[in-house]
């Protein structure tokens, strides 16, 4: 069963600078998903990335397949920003029709 | 992305009483959904999953009987608490895909429940 563990828990910056999330999980997987969260519940898929790296916006996610680990950046960030960061990964690493397996998620506060 | 929608977003219902909740992809056709939930500052947790026509699967500890899950279209699922208690108050969330298009799924926007 998969396990992941991101860093840090909790995270305050000033508006504009460059932010990073990290996520590591322990069984090879076919893909690695990025998570956003607002106070309301609601969730967001950011990005579903099996290799390399994918942008969106001010968003870059990347991922090493190799060392199991997994980043999200934010560039220049804004007090919109502000929510709570999930990296989630496929519970028994391949692929198909799996359940997720979450991380406790990364509680972001960008200040104006 | 995809379209999943939920309802209702959020309900507060006596103890003893069942809640039924929706999950409908708007635009594909959702083989498997999930079905999660979240307690208050903890992780998501899933709680079972459903394929389109078969009986769903559930995860240890999640009681079959009580969370009563229905998958009869590839547009519709539904997770009915039956004879809800306080501690059954929870963030649920749904989430659909199509696996034969790609891995991604798609989350509903969720559903508050707070039990009374």
């Known amino acids: 069963k998969n396990e992941v563990e991101q860093s840090p828990q909790n995270l305050t910056a000033q508006e504009g600078e460059f932010i990073t999330i990290n996520c590591s999980y322990s069984v090879g997987i076919s893909a690695l998903h990025w998570l956003q969260q607002h106070p309301g519940g609601g969730i967001v898929s950011l990005f579903m990335?099996?290799?390399g790296k994918k942008k969106h916006g001010r968003l870059i996610a990347t991922i090493n397949i190799q060392e199991k680990h997994s980043s999200l950046h934010i560039t220049a960030s804004h007090p919109r920003d502000s929510a709570v960061y999930i990296c989630?990964?496929?519970?028994?690493?391949?692929?198909?029709?799996?359940?997720?397996?979450f991380g406790k998620g990364t509680h972001l506060i960008i200040q104006p | 992305g995809a379209v999943v929608s939920q309802h209702p977003s959020w309900v507060i219902c006596k103890s003893g009483t069942s809640v039924k909740i929706e999950c409908r992809s708007l635009d594909f056709q959702a083989t498997t959904m999930f079905w999660y939930r979240q307690f208050p500052k903890q992780s998501l947790m899933l709680m079972a999953t459903?394929?389109?026509?078969?009986?769903?699967?559930?995860e240890q500890g999640v009681e079959k009987d009580k969370f009563l899950i229905n998958h009869a279209s590839l547009t519709l699922s539904t997770l009915t608490v039956t004879s809800a208690h306080p501690e059954d108050s929870s963030f649920y969330i749904c989430?659909?895909?199509?696996?034969?298009?790609?891995?991604?799924?798609?989350f509903g926007p969720g559903t508050r429940l707070t039990v009374l």
């Open positions: 989630a990964v496929p519970r028994a690493g391949g692929a198909g029709a799996d359940g997720l397996t």
């Open positions: 989430s659909g895909s199509d696996y034969g298009a790609s891995n991604e799924q798609f």
């Open positions: 459903s394929n389109e026509g078969s009986k769903a699967t559930y």
């Open positions: 990335l099996s290799s």
